[in-house]
């Protein structure tokens, strides 16, 4: 099927590193060198020479101040000419797919053929800020201009001002934290705890199995360590093999101890990891002898007030996608739903359904999601087009979906097709 | 010093401008890539010099080169090579020497802005100047490398040195022939001022006016307190010398008289003055430019030069641009090679190894190469991040498809690397090379497997590879002139020196070390100790013994080896009588790398011989064969297969023979390499030798055909 704006653009191939949960095999690696490390893996398997390459762009939610511009450091690979641009967004979870939508646009408008795009997150190493005051003393001491004046800011210092700040994962216009927005979800739309847990059971069952028969790992550029003696992370280290209905039952809520229902167990886990995409128009990637995996027929993107239900966007994201694809919910083959907390995704379906589409488990996250995978908020958005793209190969599926909430009250979307 | 093909010049080398009563010297001999002092140089220096001298409007000189990435190469050492006698190398120096004390006594302050090379007698025509400006180019070099062609520094370089940066850091310097880059050169005090490349021409100008005006330059005393205590009083200087004395003697094994010498003409000049200095300098450099050493030193020299400008093969299509280099085999070569690879060529390369684990501690000793280069600052942190994103690795042939070459260094077996070589196939680019790492097993017999033969070549590389200089690159049968033109450019690119070898057992390295290891067999069945085979080795100028080297390349390497050699040239590599190394090896005594060998190991330190490995050989030291004795047999053997190789045409000349033995296992320098030293012993006196230890100790040492009709018709390998 022809592209509907301009060019078509093929999702050529993609590679992310193993997804980890946050303090354990990847705790000491930085964002940039996980996105650094899935871009340059992406070349390898896919035997691109760097020069043909036009732009890199990659997705951060928490980037270090040491390294604003990932995307530039991932450009700036040796394997890449120095003359190749590249910028860092944020559209918090849906960052990566917002890289990829942003460089199938280069393309589909002609400005570009080729395009690496995806993000990246090292949630084991988020920057802990210095108070305010604290802050304010040290840019006077700096701009002192006698020592005396220098010691006199600094005596200005009180041990308060020594307490560092850590970034937290709350919504700045409300100051309600993610968790506590997925609990309301849960209330207002009525999901019980055991629905929940059985979610959380079938994405770490489907992940596993999706593990042992190498569909999942095989997305994965197994991470060799950078320290001798140190293993080979082959697979994300967050999916359970063990876990069972009983276990998690037993589980305390964490965000409404009384009469909550969100748990560790149905949340998605604070995660390490990075995802990188080849975009190329049908064209280019003809030339350059690439079978694509699938191309990107439209996304949308949608937003509500945080202060409603914060992670329910989609409900409208969706539908807009559909639309602009010219196609129908029926006419999905694949679905791919970020899984931010269990609540969040039975609400989604629950919004879907409502518009009167049916919901065929069989096809959504037929892999598991992020609750079992992990999620590295600037990463998810490229694992999810390459885990549907290579999914949509193997069934042979015409139409697949990607959904995604996201921070701010925003809802992803983008339809992919095979032909 | 460098070299100057010819010496007809039209063009003058050093012209120069006035402007604002600074003249702007610029040397830049025209027709050569560097520029070089030769004698005309040095007329023009002395014309330029006298002219500025009388000229009213100069107040100060600028002196710059006019070369894009060289200062000054050092002097004509073809100049040097055509010396006849001790008296005409003193007198040159001697001119040299007047000619600088001329430009260091010069009414008027001259004033140097160095960037690239600046050596030998560039530096020391830098010292003779007021003051030295020098960019912080990586290509800025800075050194007195005299002493590694068997001489010393002669234009006053081991005078004013010392004066200026310090008895200690000056001999450090000049007794090893070290060159050191701009940053250290500063640190040292050997330039004043460390500028971006781009500002030199200005600030050297503008040091210039400023002297002009009278301002002189304040430098420290050298070395600070501890300078003073060492170097500052005679006393301290005794100690100084005394230990510089005991570690070039430790360093030469007596062989080199070029640093002892120069140590000598430093001390004499401390003690007595630069005047008188000057003159022992000039003396002693008469002395050694005409020793057999530094006639040797030099030959290896031009060998050298020479090689690296030859393609390896007649009217060699131009190489392949390698930008990308895959490697199979992560284990120790392999790793060796693709860190080598990295560090030196710093081309992007793919290890790939059938288990991820062996991947990853190869890209991981790939990589100690590069920490090695960041802990000895030879190059900065991001110079190290941008290297490092250089190497991965993974157990898939992903990314193999854009490998211009392919080195594939997997286990030593022929089935294993015929394996490889169908599954690289598969995947290489059409025009992408195959080379082989092998050291025992024929190409051709590789290249069978191929569906291309003519991309399948060998690439011998020796243990370990960041250090070893020499790179065998043997042709198979089949193999074209673009690929060993492809591969022999790629080893330079690494920083080899690379021979092209005919595809035959042993290649040459392994070939002639062959008779000279097997004798270890012969000697210790014979009653010699292995302490002392090693010292009569090392006492001819061997960096280490035999016996030392089989446990460094391992045991059971050297087995398998030796068994190919005893089986390719059965009737004259014979084993030794009694069980051999075989027992060693069934003992589990690897060498060096199982902690015991013939000698034991603690902490990777060599303690001692191991008496135990007497008893398994089955061998008793009793003093034996004599010494004499023992280093004939050991180097005769290898001259003799040398010869009968080259006849072979296992080398294409002598000089890429010598310069074999010479990088790949220390031959010693001093004696040219083999084929060089049977030159110099005469074909006669070395048939006659080996016909008496043929008659003594078995026909293995029957003289070769070579050596023979050499001997008879009174000729030699070099006219």
Known sequence: ?419 | MATLASPTRTAPAVTWEISDGIAVVVLDLQGHPVNVISRAVKDEFIACFAALADDARVRAIAFLSGKPDNFIAGADIEEFVRLGSASEAERLAADGQEMLERIARFPKPVVVGIHGSCLGGGLEFALACHYRVATDHSRTQIGLPEVQLGILPAAGGCQRLPRLIGARAALDMILAGKVERAAKAFRLGIVDELVAPPILNEITVRAAQKMAGGWRPKRKRPGGFVGFLLDGNPLGRRIVFRAAKKQVLERTAGHYPAPLAALEAVEHGMKYGITEGLKREAQLFGQLAVTDVSRKLVQIFFATNALKKDPGVQNAPPAARVTRLGIVGSGFMGSGIAGTAVAQAEVDVRMKDADLGRVAQGVLAARAILDDRLKRRRISKYEYARLVALLSGGDTYAGFGRAELTIEAVFEDLAVKQQVLREAEGVLPADGVFASNTSTIPITRIAEAAKDPERVIGMHFFSPVAKMPLLEVIPGARTTPQTISTAVAFGRRMGKTVIVVRDSPGFWVNRILAPYANEVGHLLADGASIDEIDSMAVRFGFPVGPVTLLDEVGLDVALKVAGVMQEAYGDHIVPAPGPGVGALVKAGRLGRKSGRGFYFYKDGKKRGVDENAYELLGAHPNGGPRPADILQRLVLGMVNEAARALGEGVVRNPRDGDIGAIFGFGFPPFRGGPLRYADDLGAERVVSDLERLAERHGVRFAPCEVLREQAGRGTKFYS
């Open chain 1, 1 to 419: 099927m022809p592209g509907l704006n301009g060019r078509r653009v093929a999702v050529v191939a993609g590679v992310r590193t193993p997804f980890t949960k946050a303090g354990t095999a990847l705790k000491d690696v930085r964002a940039v060198d996980l996105a650094r490390y899935a871009a340059r893996e992406l070349l390898e398997r896919t035997n691109l020479d760097g020069q043909e390459v036009d732009e890199v762009i990659f997705g951060q939610v928490v980037p270090s101040p040491l390294v604003p511009n990932i995307g530039r450091e991932v450009s700036l690979l040796p394997q890449f000419p120095k003359e190749i641009p590249a910028y860092s967004l944020n559209r918090a979870c849906a960052s990566a797919s917002q890289a990829i939508t942003a460089g199938h646009d280069q393309i589909a408008l002609g400005n570009a053929a080729v395009i690496i795009a995806g993000g990246a997150e090292a949630l084991s190493d988020i920057p802990i800020l210095a108070s305010r005051r604290l802050a304010d003393i040290l840019v006077e001491a700096s701009k002192a201009k006698s020592l005396g004046a220098r010691l006199k800011a600094f005596t200005k210092i009180r041990p308060r001002d020594l307490v560092p700040v850590a970034p937290a994962i709350a919504e700045p216009s409300t100051g309600e934290s993610m968790g506590q927005s997925a609990e309301k979800m849960a209330k207002e739309n009525h999901i019980a705890r055991e629905a929940q847990d059985r979610w959380a059971l079938r994405s770490h069952t489907l992940a596993a199995k999706g593990t042992a028969d190498g569909r999942l790992t095989a997305e994965i550029a197994p991470w060799l360590s950078s320290r001798p003696n140190e293993a080979i992370v082959r697979a994300d280290n967050g999916i359970r093999t063990d876990s069972s209905l009983e276990q998690m039952a037993k589980l305390k809520p964490v965000f409404d101890r009384r009469y909550g229902s969100v748990t560790a167990a149905n949340s998605s886990p604070l995660t390490d990891g990075a995802s990188a995409v080849l975009l190329a128009s049908s064209e280019a990637a003809q030339a350059l002898g690439y079978e694509p995996l699938t191309y990107i027929r439209s996304y949308a993107v949608a937003a509500v007030d945080p202060g409603w239900q914060l992670l329910q966007a989609p409900v409208w994201a969706v539908p807009k996608a559909l639309e602009r694809a010219g196609i129908q919910w029926k006419d999905l083959g694949l679905i791919e739903i970020h899984e931010a907390f269990a609540a969040q995704v039975l609400s989604n379906l629950q919004g879907f359904a409502a518009k009167g589409w049916e919901i065929n488990e069989d096809i959504i996250n037929v892999m598991g999601g992020s609750i079992a995978i992990g999620h590295p908020f600037g990463a998810t958005g490229g694992r999810l087009v390459i885990t549907l793209s290579n999914e949509m190969v193997r069934r042979d599926v015409q139409f697949g979906l990607i959904s995604v909430c996201a921070q701010g009250g925003m809802g992803f979307a983008m339809v992919l097709e095979r032909r």
